[in-house]
């Protein structure tokens, strides 16, 4: 076959080289773009591409959203800036193998590493418990499955790596959390899966709960918002009226707590994230940190007299990640090693996944769960506050 013949098939070398070139034309066209790289599991980077196509915008060209499960399938990575997220919903052999990629990227990258090193990640459990013992919080955590006798209650069940908050009201005695547990075991739940957690009453004296929220980017603290609400899970705000809104602002100006949140994520051993808590007599109480936080809403679903805040946040967060996307990018990083031919190990049974789906529809079977009640109002609730 003549050199022209085989340029005409498609195959030999010179296809080959052709082909190569190519690709390493575009590779290095998407580097020079995308200079952060967010990772995150299959069913939650809508948390980052949203904001992206919205608020954040004007970072679209510089940062990427991409998969643990796509990245499993290449072979080589750009090196530059990196976020792991998502840790609290991998599996042990997840964060394992999270792991060993992020200790790859920190090679080629040292004077940056990736945020976030996921063989550092503390599950919620260990996380309440380094913070209690360290002084921040008052309240204890356990695990459902330990003997309920010596805890001080009241305390409420919540799964250890979801975002699903309180799967019961507080239950006052021993006596409840073993009637609870034995429910939840035939309508699904696995109580491995779950923790026994403290009541800790934060109820204003207007009578309000306040839910605090902040973001760690490096070695930043941003204030992203407070919600107010009649009732002591708070999903989003019930009360949002003048006072509120005001008073959020200050929170978003003044970043008061800004020192010891920061201790917090040293603690937690977190570079990325939203730190959700609450004030007991004026010290902070956190409840969890969420390392993919859904960054913010599009602006219609906010009231105008709420946006104002909202622009405040998303303006420091722009210029947050834009900081951490200035990072050089310079060659590429062989990852092909690391997953031996294998996908990506299965996550955590939760949101996605066949008993995930199985349990939240079994949480929203429990007659005990009130989401938007006030604690004082439940039942098996001892209203003494936490000390």
């Given at each position: 076959?003549?050199?022209?013949?085989?340029?005409?098939?498609?195959?030999?070398?010179?296809?080959?080289?052709?082909?190569?070139?190519?690709?390493?034309?575009?590779?290095?066209?998407?580097?020079?773009?995308?200079?952060?790289?967010?990772?995150?599991?299959?069913?939650?980077?809508?948390?980052?591409?949203?904001?992206?196509?919205?608020?954040?915008?004007?970072?679209?060209?510089?940062?990427?959203?991409?998969?643990?499960?796509?990245?499993?399938?290449?072979?080589?990575?750009?090196?530059?800036?990196?976020?792991?997220?998502?840790?609290e919903r991998l599996s042990d052999d997840g964060l394992r193998l999270a792991g060993r990629l992020w200790s790859r990227l920190a090679e080629a990258s040292p004077e940056r590493p990736p945020l976030n090193d996921p063989s550092l990640h503390r599950r919620r459990g260990d996380l309440l418990r380094v913070l209690t013992d360290a002084g921040i919080n008052r309240f204890h955590v356990h695990r459902a499955g330990d003997s309920p006798e010596s805890w001080r209650y009241p305390v409420?069940?919540?799964?250890?790596?979801?975002?699903?908050?309180?799967?019961?009201?507080?239950?006052?005695?021993?006596?409840?959390?073993?009637?609870?547990?034995?429910?939840?075991?035939?309508?699904?739940?696995?109580?491995?899966?779950?923790?026994?957690?403290?009541?800790?009453?934060?109820?204003?004296?207007?009578?309000?709960?306040?839910?605090?929220?902040?973001?760690?980017?490096?070695?930043?603290?941003?204030?992203?918002?407070?919600?107010?609400?009649?009732?002591?899970?708070?999903?989003?705000?019930?009360?949002?009226?003048?006072?509120?809104?005001?008073?959020?602002?200050?929170?978003?100006?003044?970043?008061?707590?800004?020192?010891?949140?920061?201790?917090?994520?040293?603690?937690?051993?977190?570079?990325?994230?939203?730190?959700?808590?609450?004030?007991?007599?004026?010290?902070?109480?956190?409840?969890?940190?969420?390392?993919?936080?859904?960054?913010?809403?599009?602006?219609?679903?906010?009231?105008?007299?709420?946006?104002?805040?909202?622009?405040?946040?998303?303006?420091?967060?722009?210029?947050?990640?834009?900081?951490?996307?200035?990072?050089?990018?310079?060659?590429?990083?062989?990852?092909?090693?690391?997953?031996?031919?294998?996908?990506?190990?299965?996550?955590?049974?939760?949101?996605?996944?066949?008993?995930?789906?199985?349990?939240?529809?079994?949480?929203?079977?429990?007659?005990?769960?009130?989401?938007?009640?006030?604690?004082?109002?439940?039942?098996?609730?001892?209203?003494?506050?936490?000390?």
């Open positions: 076959m003549t050199r022209s013949a085989v340029e005409k098939t498609g195959s030999g070398p010179v296809h080959g080289e052709l082909s190569r070139r190519l690709a390493e034309k575009r590779r290095a066209a998407s580097y020079a773009l995308h200079v952060l790289t967010y990772l995150a599991t299959a069913e939650a980077t809508d948390t980052t591409a949203a904001f992206l196509s919205t608020w954040g915008a004007s970072l679209a060209p510089q940062i990427t959203v991409r998969t643990y499960e796509e990245i499993a399938r290449v072979d080589v990575l750009p090196a530059g800036a990196y976020v792991f997220s998502d840790l409420f069940l919540r799964y250890e790596r979801e975002h699903w908050g309180p799967m019961t009201a507080p239950l006052a005695t021993p006596a409840a959390v073993r009637r609870t547990l034995r429910r939840a075991r035939l309508i699904g739940h696995r109580v491995s899966d779950l923790l026994a957690i403290e009541f800790c009453d934060t109820v204003g004296e207007d009578g309000l709960y306040r839910k605090y929220g902040a973001y760690v980017v490096g070695d930043q603290i941003i204030p992203r918002q407070l919600f107010f609400s009649h009732g002591w899970v708070i999903r989003l705000p019930d009360e949002v009226s003048a006072d509120a809104i005001r008073e959020e602002r200050e929170y978003l100006e003044a970043n008061p707590h800004r020192e010891v949140l920061a201790e917090v994520a040293r603690l937690a051993r977190v570079e990325y994230g939203r730190i959700d808590y609450g004030l007991f007599d004026g010290r902070v109480q956190v409840w969890e940190i969420n390392t993919n936080p859904l960054l913010i809403r599009p602006i219609q679903g906010y009231r105008p007299e709420e946006r104002p805040n909202q622009q405040f946040f998303a303006a420091a967060i722009v210029a947050a990640l834009a900081s951490l996307a200035s990072t050089p990018v310079g060659g590429e990083v062989s990852v092909g090693d690391l997953w031996e031919g294998r996908p990506w190990p299965s996550r955590v049974p939760g949101v996605g996944t066949r008993r995930g789906r199985a349990a939240s529809a079994a949480a929203r079977k429990w007659p005990w769960i009130r989401r938007g009640v006030p604690g004082r109002r439940q039942v098996d609730i001892v209203t003494t506050r936490s000390t």
